[in-house]
């Protein structure tokens, strides 16, 4: 009987372990997303090209704005030496 109730509790776990994944996952998409737009809608700073929302192709170090962002701050993202 232990053994039994052992398995459901693992079961369940395993079942909220899967959807906490998943929530996750989702909040990540949406953060991407909702960063580039955010972004791009600024009038200072504004990334040259504007990134593609739903693409991270151009985004992270290869552009100048979420390269700067990413940057150390122990490191001058602006200098090109």
Partial sequence: MAALRGQKYYNLYLQLQE???AAR?????RIKFSVAEWLNAQTVNRPDPLLTLNSRKEQG???DTTGWLLCSISLDWDDQG
Wanted: no cysteine; hydrophobic share 25%; charged share 10%.
């Fill in 19 to 21: 959807g906490a994944n």
């Fill in 25 to 29: 996952s989702a909040d990540t998409s």
């Fill in 61 to 63: 170090i290869q552009n």
